[in-house]
T-cell receptor, first 114, second 115 residues
C-alpha cells in the first residue's frame, strides 16, 4: 500500500491564481480530511469528508473548495490564492468504524503564495 | 480561540529520562483524543489514542492519561531516546457523529532529547 499520497510536494503561486492539491489513499478509508499547518502552529482542519459525495467544513474553510467523487481521492482547490494561504497542507484518511480511528497523514504540500 | 493546547511549547530531557507532555482541552463534549508525533518535514504519525470512558491507556513505552474533571490529557514517554525528539500534538475529536472525524489539534510541544 502507498498509504496517503499528495501532489505536488512544493508549489509557488502568484496572488489570484487557482490550483488543486491532490490527495489519494489506497486503504479504502471512508474518512478523509485536509489540514493546514502554519509555522509553530498545530494543524487546523479545512474540510473533511466521511464518504464519497459527502463533505463538510472544518475550522478554516474560507478560500478552499473540496469534492469527493470517489473513495480514493479528495482534492483541495484554492479558488484565488492569497499570501495568507502560504502554509503546509496535509491530507489524512482513516476508517470510521472499529476501535481506533487513527488518521494516516500524507507527506504534505508546501505552498507559497507571493 | 484555541480549544486544545499544550502547557509548554518546549521540553528538554536527557536520554533515559521519562518525559511528560501535557495538554488541556476545553470542549467537555469531546469523547476521543489522540497523540501524534511529527518529525521535521514529515506528516504527523499516530502514537496512541484514548476514549473518554477511559482514564489511562498504555502502549509501547508510552502512556496516555485522561482527567476529564479538569479536562487534561498527558503523554508519558518512558526511557526517552534521541529518536523521540519531535513535535508532539494532542488532538480532540469534534465529529458530531463519528469518533476520529474532525480532529482539532493543539499547537504542539517540541521534545528535545540530549544524549
Amino acid at each position: 500500500n502507498a498509504g496517503v499520497t499528495q501532489t505536488p510536494k512544493f508549489q509557488v503561486l502568484k496572488t489570484g491564481q487557482s490550483m488543486t492539491l491532490q490527495c489519494a489513499q489506497d486503504m479504502n478509508h471512508e474518512y478523509m480530511s485536509w489540514y493546514r499547518q502554519d509555522p509553530g502552529m498545530g494543524l487546523r482542519l479545512i474540510h473533511y469528508s466521511v464518504g464519497a459525495g459527502i463533505t463538510d467544513q472544518g475550522e478554516v474553510p474560507n478560500g478552499y473548495n473540496v469534492s469527493r467523487s470517489t473513495t480514493e481521492d479528495f482534492p483541495l482547490r484554492l479558488l484565488s490564492a492569497a499570501p495568507s494561504q502560504t502554509s503546509v497542507y496535509f491530507c489524512a484518511s482513516s476508517r470510521t468504524s472499529g476501535r481506533t480511528y487513527e488518521q494516516y497523514f500524507g507527506p504534505g504540500t508546501r505552498l507559497t503564495v507571493t | 480561540g484555541e480549544s486544545v493546547g499544550l502547557h509548554l511549547p518546549t521540553l528538554s530531557v536527557q536520554e533515559g529520562d521519562n518525559s511528560i507532555i501535557n495538554c488541556a482541552y476545553s470542549n467537555s463534549a469531546s469523547d476521543y483524543f489522540i497523540w501524534y508525533k511529527q518529525e521535521s518535514g514529515k506528516g504527523p504519525q499516530f502514537i496512541i489514542d484514548i476514549r473518554s470512558n477511559m482514564d489511562k491507556r498504555q502502549g509501547q513505552r508510552v502512556t496516555v492519561l485522561l482527567n476529564k474533571t479538569v479536562k487534561h490529557l498527558s503523554l508519558q514517554i518512558a526511557a526517552t531516546q534521541p529518536g523521540d525528539s519531535a513535535v508532539y500534538f494532542c488532538a480532540e475529536n469534534r465529529g458530531a457523529n463519528q469518533a476520529g472525524t474532525a480532529l482539532i489539534f493543539g499547537k504542539g510541544t517540541t521534545l528535545s532529547v540530549s544524549s
